[in-house]
């Protein structure tokens, strides 16, 4: 390993170096990283054998010599595979690399990785299965292995590889030069850039770096004689965005000294197209949206809108919504229909962050693949999740506003004025009811009320929260009711997770320590328990199944099944928590909760499964749940995490 820290081990130094106490357990490191702890006590003992004063051992845990541990965190030069994982990506992008030539792995595993050969078959049985999701195959003969399938497939191969490097680092125009440091990577982008200003197009920063990355895959492949086989293709009209992506072909090819054949010149025009929308988009409406859009995306929407108003938070009415959600559906059509994968960098953020918009979107790319064949991977899933976010937050953010009253005896105008300031502060955290004169006028509306806002001080206000201001509102005072805006709405959260929870869950479907062998045995025995305790009828168990090849739920070590279809008799949630984790996809899950849908009740789901994801995902509450050995201990455990 050098003096290099590589994958897993660096990742397990940072968390150690930036932990807030001293000693660690291997427990927190396992919850942290997503790993078993057997796992975590290999690094350490890896790490433990080549570094001997890195790190201590004893019943509290684990301690790290900082000092020592940024020295090596903060070398940075030609990383050797060390991690599975890594070694694998080494090894595809080596096949990769020299595809029609064979591939030493007797000289690799000895001269470039430093494994048994042992290690290096089991990659490759790995390496195996990745390459069937690319239509390819490799051949081994003695030592030698020789990749086989289409250069358009090793493309795609290529780029996934190189977006899940991307996906632990920032992906970025720098992080594309470090990749081709031979070529002018910022020619390709401010070319684009600059033809597409010209031609009235614009490309977000997304797209544009996708834009970048796979043009500069086919440089580098026809650069070394890697050609996709030529093919004609009939072009049906000379539209606006076939001409600019002639203009930006042109630019290539002179600027790089290659020519593109009518395959890969019909390739990299689907790239550029798929990715455009007219720069004056803010000027298109939905008069006259036909103009843009053909009308297979025409046929797609009005299911997709239908599905979004069934959500209840989305207007699918706004124009200005769906004039730029057609236009993004008008896109993703051509980039499915030409086989072309667009990657999305936000995805895995997205994900965990906003998991009840990333499942909404979900949902509808499960009605965009019933209507069209298509499938819809998480990137795409996550970019229609970009669309609905903004307007679906707006509309949730009413849920969680206090109720106020002002109490201001009558003088003047001042009153008004004193709303004015709370409204332009508060105006997103807080609902005004009413500005009263007398304390006794709030005893006939106090159980609506939340918090009374107050320039005279009083003694009995019924029960209700209560800040005393000046009349003049000073900063003192807006800390003070900002203060105890935050105390009423995380107090109105843990009643209302906590009655939610009791009214959903209980002891007959919670479950502790059960061995499953991986998710699809995890999820039949939960599902026919949900079954067994009426809860939903029998084709549940296959919905649950469905929906979780579709798309993982597993969120880190923590997986929350479900049914596409809220046609349950019951909204309900069965509980699993496991200290030895259960296989889950490429996750090591520890925590299942599998959730029965309602559809009378989908919105106390949206509101349970937004809230533990997201509480869930802080490594120190996961630890906390697994220590729960009661049903009721989990319920009070969760609340208090809040």
Known sequence: ???????????????????????????????????????????????????????????????????????????????????????????????????????????????????????????????????????????TTGFEVVLEGSELDKRKMLSNILYEEFSRNAFSLTAIEKIFPQYNVKYVYNTIMEICKRHCFFVNDYSLLTLVLDIMIGVERIKNDYILPEKLFYQDAVTPEYILARDIVSSLEEYFHITYNNFELNEIMVIIVSNLIKSDFDKITMKDIDKYV?????????????????????????????????????????????????????????????PMVFECAVTLSEVI?????????????????????????????????????????????????????????????????????????????????????????????????????????????????????????????????????KQISGPDIFLRNTAFNNEDDAIRYMSDLMVKNGYAGKTFVEEVLSREHSYSTAYGNIAIPHSMRMSAKKTGMAVLLNEKPVPWGQNMVNIVLLFTIEKETRNLFYDIFNNLITLLLEAPNAAKILDCKTYDDFIKTIVDCL
């Open 294 to 354: 053909n009308a297979d995306c025409y046929a797609l929407v009005q299911p997709l809108k239908t599905q979004m108003a069934s959500f209840d938070f989305i207007d699918a009415d706004n124009d200005k919504f769906m004039t730029r959600f057609m236009l993004h559906i008008n896109n993703l059509l051509m980039r499915l229909k030409n086989n072309y994968e667009r990657k999305n960098p936000l995805a895995g953020h997205i994900k965990t962050s906003c």
């Open 1 to 139: 390993m050098d003096n290099h820290i590589y994958g897993k081990y660096k990742k397990l130094l940072g968390i150690m170096v930036h932990t807030e106490n001293d000693w660690i357990t291997a427990a927190d490191l396992s919850a942290a990283m997503n790993i078993s702890v057997r796992s975590v006590k290999n690094y350490l003992s890896d790490l433990t054998s080549i570094y001997n004063d890195l790190i201590q051992s004893s019943r509290k845990g684990y301690k790290i010599n900082r000092i020592l541990a940024k020295q090596l965190l903060s070398v940075s030069l030609t990383e050797r595979p060390y991690a599975p994982e890594e070694r694998i990506r080494f090894i595809l992008k080596k096949l990769l690399a020299a595809p029609y030539k064979p591939l030493d792995i007797f000289q690799l595993s000895e001269e470039e990785i430093f494994v048994s050969m042992e290690t290096v078959k089991k990659d490759l049985s790995i390496i195996r299965k990745r390459l069937r999701e690319f239509d390819m195959y490799i051949i």
């Open 369 to 501: 693949n019933k209507k069209t064949g298509y499938r819809i991977d998480e990137h795409e899933t996550a970019y229609i999740a970009l669309h609905i976010g903004s307007l679906l937050s707006a509309n949730l953010s009413g849920m969680n506003k206090v109720s106020c009253v002002i109490l201001f005896p009558g003088y003047y105008d001042y009153g008004e004025r004193l709303i004015s300031q709370l409204t332009g502060s508060f105006d997103s955290m807080i609902i005004i009811q009413c500005v009263i004169t007398h304390i006794e006028e709030l005893k006939p509306i106090a159980d609506g009320v939340d918090l009374l806002i107050s320039v005279v001080n009083i003694e009995n206000f019924y029960d209700v929260e209560f800040v005393c201001v000046n009349p003049f509102m000073t900063e003192y005072d807006f800390d003070a009711i900002r203060s105890r805006i935050e105390k009423i709405r995380q107090n109105k959260k843990k009643r209302r997770l906590f009655e939610y929870l």
